[in-house]
């Protein structure tokens, strides 16, 4: 498996990961027709060779004419589906900046669609972020990790104001990320775009053991003294070792960065909960529980938690305060790791029965049918629900030992 380490310890922006990158191998000439393959036009590419600590670095930089001040993120997310990319990085790029764009609703208590990117949604983070994940998918990386990431000192100069380094959505961006600030006088060495990319690219830290092929590094701004300001890469080929249970973690178990909301109830029945939990679910939650709790007084109450996505954050936590009777909403960042599944489709009599599969950490799999799909069968066979579990069982089991299988996205 081909793999690339980051290794940021003069932190990472977008233009440093597309200068390593070209570092690495991809195409020159392919980044120079980016902007107009994207549909922004008068852009000019410059790549340049250059030193940082006297060791040899790309430089890419992009001349923009002058830009509208901000832009909305409906019209980022138009611009991607308007154009002719791979599904793959359209997806990464949507998620890049559905993340920024929570986030800074967030900090800036404005709604997620009403929100306009000002640093981030400049023709030069679009560039940088598509580019970059473009890029990746252009060598052939299958899975990217990252090392210690540098954040910087000092403050940044933004739309804002002046603002202390990291900048508020950096930070937020790279939650559950190993991290450390400075070095001293450094200024801002990891922005928001770059922490936007190793937050939906980066599997976190890397595998123990590989094989190294090449290794480049792309250039940041300035030729800091005494510190090779550039974000290095590696490219390399994972070893597979039966008896390596770090490398089968990493092969089967991919981490998320998920949020849970939380809020304690003492005056709803238990059909009012119920009924909102669903909701929650109906409108995104990737998980809702409602546990008992006893409150002040004694008096007994009901805790719900849900699990969300970050694009979903601002907008889960509005719906619990319209659902529940809460007064408050409590936000935890969280860290999840999650095995590999897939849905797949088993025919039985005519009728489709969706099956989950999940692959654990030691490579075998196991399956689970969808409750709901049986007992609708069930019901209209008149057979007995535990039959055709049994039956859709061994349908599963024979497609994994050869026969042809209808997959369900």
């Known amino acids: 498996m081909k793999i690339a380490i980051l290794d940021p310890a003069s932190g990472i922006a977008g233009d440093m990961f597309l ?15 980016l902007p107009s393959a994207l549909g922004l036009s008068g852009v000019e590419v410059r790549i340049a060779d250059v030193q940082r600590s006297q060791v040899h670095c790309v430089k890419v930089d992009f001349e923009i004419p002058p830009q509208p001040h901000g832009r909305a993120v409906s019209e980022i997310h138009r ?12 997806r990464s ?6 993340a920024i764009a929570a986030i800074e609703s967030a900090i800036h208590g404005v709604a997620p669609d009403e929100l306009h990117l000002h640093e981030v949604g400049s023709v030069d983070a679009i560039l940088d972020i598509v580019g970059s994940i473009w890029g990746v998918e252009l060598l052939g990386i299958e899975r990217i990790y990252n090392t210690k990431v540098a954040l910087g000192d000092g403050t940044v100069k933004t739309a804002h104001g002046i603002l202390p380094v990291p900048a508020p959505a950096t930070i937020r961006l790279l939650e559950g990320f190993n991290v450390r600030h400075g070095p001293p006088g450094s200024g801002e060495l990891t922005t928001p775009t770059g922490a936007a990319l190793l937050r ?8 123990q053991e590989y094989v190294p092929l090449s290794s480049g590094y792309g250039a940041g701004t300035r030729d800091i003294h005494g510190q090779l300001n550039a974000l290095r890469i590696i490219l390399g080929e994972a070893t597979v070792d039966q008896h390596d249970h770090h490398h089968h973690h990493h092969e089967h178990v991919h981490t998320e960065h998920l949020h849970v909301l939380s809020a304690d ?8 909960l119920a009924g909102a939990a669903e909701v929650l679910r109906a409108e995104g939650a990737l998980d809702v529980v409602l546990l008992h709790t006893t409150m002040k007084k004694g008096r007994l109450g009901t805790r719900v938690e849900a699990l969300v996505q970050t694009s979903d954050l601002a ?5 619990i305060f319209l659902q529940f009777t809460t007064l408050g909403v409590k936000t935890f960042d ?16 005519g009728r489709d029965i969706r099956v989950k599969v999940a692959t654990l950490p030691d490579g075998t799999r196991r399956a689970k049918p969808e409750f709901d799909d049986l007992r609708r069968v069930a019901e209209e066979t008149s057979r007995p629900l535990a039959e055709i579990r049994s039956e ?5 089991n024979d497609v994994d030992s050869g026969s042809s299988a209808q997959r369900g996205n």
């Open 315 to 319: 907008r889960l936590e509005e719906k």
């Open 392 to 396: 859709v069982m061994n349908a599963l």
């Open 265 to 272: 109830i003492d005056d709803m029945s238990p059909e009012e």
């Open 79 to 90: 611009l991607i589906d308007a154009v002719k990319i791979p599904e793959k990085v359209a």
């Open 334 to 349: 969280v860290v999840r790791n999650a095995l590999e599944r897939e849905s797949r489709l088993v025919r039985f009599d």
């Open 19 to 33: 200068g390593a990158l070209v570092d690495v191998g991809l195409d020159k000439a392919w980044l120079e027709r």
């Open 200 to 207: 939906v690219l980066s599997k976190g830290a890397p595998p």
């Open 93 to 98: 790029a949507h998620a890049a900046f559905e």
